[in-house]
């Protein structure tokens, strides 16, 4: 399967002529890419179709696909909440509360790999990973594949879709085809570098200058983006009894130990608490961590002593702050729709 990009000129609400990518495989609809954003790219197996993405929003809703009926994947990245939740860690089946905190779906389409340490390669496996996760969703999926089966509407669109039955690969597809549709560009960062200088306030001004020069914080939040998709140390779990290992628990090597993918940040007002642990309560908070150079422990990474070497100014974290916010686009909102 090959991919087709395409420029579009379109006129926003504001009367501002924009270019909008979109990209497809070969005979899918192509997903609007907000201003801002690079193209969605589909893997070559996942094409996407307008079929496929209502059948993984009905799916990404559903709480049967829980143990006991009451978790979907909306219930800890709920649209209403920044696609994540305010939660610092998740609740899942029983009342069982989670280690790590729930990242957005937002822009997740462009992550080179999921979940904070990087285990899931791809959104397919992503969304089949907390189904079996015996504190999150709980459920098997051989099970949940039956229980669905047993649904005429789930079976009528799986063989639509798929022209198959209902299987885990499927159900892994569908809600990923779903989750690259959410998108969120066109922010006042978005729209000062196509042009408009009013877009950003002075201190935003101060604050960008501030990001990608003295404090360092492109090298790793790379825009567009706002992640370069590696792993770093930033020791925020410095001090605890038993820190998380993060990436060591994926790769087994020891330099990994306490290194977690680098988020995005976009939106980040709609989406704290921050941090793996949700242990950063406000942007003020986040930024002040990571403006001191993260925590010392073995394992710190590099980057986190240059930008300690910056020395940040009290002014220059509030710049920071006003940056942040003004990278906050236009992402949607979608209401749970009726369940078969």
């Known amino acids: ?33 907000p201003p801002g954003l690079p ?4 893997p070559a197996d996942n094409p996407m179709t307008p079929e496929k993405i209502e059948l993984g929003k009905l799916l990404y809703f559903d709480p049967r696909l829980s143990k006991d009926g ?15 939740e305010r939660r610092s860690t998740s609740k899942g089946i ?43 969703m709980g459920h098997k999926l051989e099970d949940v594949v039956k229980e669905l089966t ?19 690969d499927g159900i892994g597809k569908a809600i990923a085809a779903f989750e690259r549709t959410i998108l969120s560009g066109n922010s006042p960062y978005d729209r000062f570098k196509a042009g408009d200088e009013t877009a950003l306030t002075d201190a935003q001004k101060r604050g960008m200058q501030l990001f990608t020069k003295k404090g360092k914080c492109a090298l790793c939040h790379t825009p567009p983006t706002f992640s370069n998709g590696r792993y770093s140390n930033a020791g925020v779990d410095a001090g605890k009894p038993k ?3 993060g990436r060591h628990d994926v790769t087994k090597k020891d330099r990994d130990f306490g290194k977690f993918r680098t988020p995005h940040l976009r939106d980040l007002v ?21 403006a001191d150079g993260g925590k010392d422990n073995p394992h710190l990474s590099s980057m986190m002593k240059g930008v300690r070497r910056a020395k940040l100014t009290d002014q220059d974290r509030k710049d920071l702050v006003e940056f942040l916010k003004a990278l906050s686009g236009q992402y949607p909102v979608i209401e749970p729709p009726k369940l078969p």
């Not at 609400?13 to 005979?27: D, H, I, N, P």
């Not at 193209?39 to 589909?42: C, G, N, S």
């Not at 822009?107 to 969304?127: C, I, K, V």
């Open 243 to 245: 820190p998380d290992p």
């Open 1 to 33: 399967m090959n991919f087709r990009t395409t420029t579009i000129l379109v006129w926003l609400t504001a009367g501002t002529l924009c270019f909008l990518s979109v990209v497809t495989a070969y005979g899918g609809p192509p997903p609007v890419v």
């Open 94 to 136: 029983k009342g069982q509360i989670g280690s790590r905190n729930s990242p957005t779906v937002i822009n997740s389409a462009y992550h080179r790999a999921q979940f904070w340490d990087g285990r899931a390669a791809t959104l397919e496996e992503q969304a089949l990973g907390p189904i079996e996760n015996p504190i999150e």
């Open 270 to 290: 709609d989406t704290g608490p921050y941090f793996h642990d949700g242990s950063a309560k406000t942007l003020e908070d986040a930024v002040a961590l990571m």
């Open 70 to 84: 009451t978790i979907s994947c909306a219930t800890c990245h709920n649209p209403k909440e920044g696609w994540s």
């Open 39 to 42: 193209p969605v790219e589909a």
């Open 150 to 168: 047993a649904i005429p509407e789930y079976t009528k669109r799986f063989q639509a879709v798929f022209g198959t039955g209902v299987t885990k």
